[in-house]
């Protein structure tokens, strides 16, 4: 671990642990973040007995090299965006804890806990009410967005 | 050997002469009035040729000439260029580069090293360096305990010739001398003073019966150890190296309803220590315990995302050699930070600062947290 910077030391120790221990459903291709490794692919499976059940969903986690100061920035990306009233259909994800929330003792680790319990707690799939708005107007770059935090319930 | 040879050897001593099947070669730096000329002349019987170079550009035109005549040999011929060089060069500032003569400060140091070395046969280990600048020593004390000190040699020609710039003992005095042999032996009488040997028999038993995890490598300097005393809480101790057998200096690292019992503990028993037992004994005593933990054996299979006792913004032990210092003090959390870490999160959410003190949310639990400015910045 010699010649890494604290930011990177504590990416790859987050690596190590999300590779050996994930929480159930969620796995990170190694390869692809050990190649850089400010850019992580993440596998999520919807949790049975929830309205996900069976379908998956792949989120991007991009750290600066001011991370873990530095909010990551998560969005889901591919073909299956979750429909979910806090995900809107260009993937960015409406989520107190990945901005203003945010803080250095979270680690990918419980953002991913964050958003598969935020997918669970669903109960009816629907895209959020400005979803269409928001799609043309955003920035690329969610945590540009200022976020109204719609509501904690779902 | 031509008459020549001589000469060109007093005359021109960068000239270096080679000789192949068909011609003679001339070449090496010739010296006008500070200047130095790149020179390069090929010899074709009586005839001399010299290759153009910038410098002898503006002299082109009377090279040329001397390219014409002949010449009995290069003496002659370089005679004649050194003529022409210096009535055409510019009178020029007196540059020269002063060269020191080290020679007899180099003699000395050998000399001096080689005594030593002869003198005392048994050092353990001794180096000095190419440049003859710098001398180093590593030699056993009665205990086996190896000791190494650094030597730099002054060529200054001000003040003494040896000096210690660097040992393995704490309180470094600087000391210097001019005979090698006197420095060293005043170096093993530190070494060996029984204050400093004492010191040493109690960290080496403390290294061998705790679980020291400050320093990472205790070297001989080093008069601290940080402890292990429970999960989660450690202690510094800080010994004086002139009184080993008073009660050192104690600080405790960790929750804050634990460092207060210990705190008290302490406070009960100090009156008690006694300076002619033995001080671990004394230390487990004055801490109430049996024992101190043993180091675990490692097993690097089970770690966590954060390890006990790691820092919980970098999540790792050590940051620039440092440990974390800052525990929050809410005691469903205690999480453990390096204050430069709390402290660089803390300043960018524009916390309250106040005197030498910066306040915000602890980042785990989000009660209010202390974090001292980092001295670094």
Same mark, same amino acid.
């Given at each position: ?55 998956? +969903?792949?989120?991007? +986690?991009? +750290? ?68 269409? +708005? ?8 969610? *945590? *540009? ?10 | ?65 001397? =390219?014409?005549? =002949? ?138 019966? !705790? ?104 999540? =790792? ?15 469903? !959390? ?27 949310? !602890? ?15």
């Amino acid at each position: 671990m010699a010649g890494m910077s604290p930011s990177e030391r504590r990416l790859q120790k987050e690596l190590m642990s999300l590779m050996k221990e994930p929480p159930p459903g969620v796995s990170v291709d190694v390869d692809l973040a050990e190649q850089n490794l400010l850019q992580w692919i993440v596998h999520m499976e919807g949790v049975t007995g929830t309205l996900y059940e069976g379908e998956s +969903f792949q989120l991007q +986690f991009k +750290f600066t090299n001011k991370y873990p100061f530095d909010s990551p920035e998560v969005t889901f990306i591919g073909n299956n965006i979750p429909v979910h009233p806090h995900v809107y259909s260009n993937g960015h994800i409406c989520l107190s804890i990945l901005t203003d929330d945010w803080s250095p003792a979270l680690s990918v680790q419980s953002v991913c806990l964050s958003i598969v319990s935020m997918l669970s707690s669903c109960k009816e799939k629907k895209r959020p009410s400005d979803n269409a +708005f928001y799609v043309k107007t955003c920035s690329k770059n969610p *945590k *540009k967005t200022k976020w109204w935090y719609h509501d904690d319930s779902v | 050997m031509p008459a020549y040879e001589l000469d060109l050897l007093l005359k021109y001593p960068m000239i270096m002469q080679r000789c192949t099947t068909k011609d003679e070669e001339y070449f090496g730096y010739i010296k006008i009035k500070g200047d130095h000329f790149k020179i390069r002349l090929t010899r074709n019987m009586k005839r001399f040729k010299l290759e153009m170079t910038e410098d002898l550009e503006k002299y082109e035109k009377d090279i040329k000439k001397l =390219s014409k005549l =002949s010449f009995m040999d290069p003496v002659e011929y370089l005679d004649k260029l050194t003529e022409i060089l210096s009535a055409e060069s510019p009178p020029h500032k007196e540059t020269d580069d002063i060269i020191i003569d080290n020679t007899s400060i180099y003699r000395k140091v050998l000399r001096e090293y080689t005594e030593l070395r002869q003198f005392y046969f048994n050092i353990h280990k001794s180096f000095i360096s190419k440049d003859l600048k710098t001398i180093d020593i590593v030699q056993l004390d009665e205990q086996m305990r190896q000791h190494s000190v650094k030597i730099d040699v002054n060529y200054s020609q001000y003040g003494k010739l040896f000096k210690i710039v660097e040992c393995n003992l704490p309180l470094n005095e600087i000391d210097e001398d001019d005979s090698l042999i006197v420095l060293y032996e005043k170096f093993m009488n530190r070494v060996d003073c029984p204050k400093l040997q004492l010191m040493f028999d109690v960290l080496d038993e403390i290294d061998k019966s !705790c679980w020291v995890i400050d320093p990472d490598r205790p070297t001989r300097r080093d008069v601290y150890r940080r402890i292990v005393l429970d999960r989660n809480l450690s202690m510094v101790i800080t010994f004086n190296p002139n009184d080993i057998r008073h009660l050192p200096q104690i600080k405790f690292l960790g929750p804050h309803n634990a460092v207060k019992k210990y705190n008290e503990v302490v406070s009960r028993n100090f009156l008690n220590w006694n300076p002619n037992e033995d001080v671990l004994s004394e230390l487990v005593k004055l801490l109430e315990i049996d024992n101190f933990p043993a180091k675990p054996e490692h097993s690097e299979e089970d770690e966590l995302l954060v390890n006990d006792g790691e820092c919980c913004i970098c999540f =790792s032990l050590r940051l620039n050699e440092q440990l974390p210092d800052v525990v929050c003090p809410n005691a469903s !959390c205690n999480q453990f930070f390096h204050s430069q870490c709390l402290y660089k999160w803390l300043r960018s959410l524009n916390s309250r600062k106040c005197f030498y003190e910066i306040n915000g949310q !602890c980042p785990n639990c989000e009660k209010v947290i202390h974090c001292s400015l980092p001295t670094s910045e």
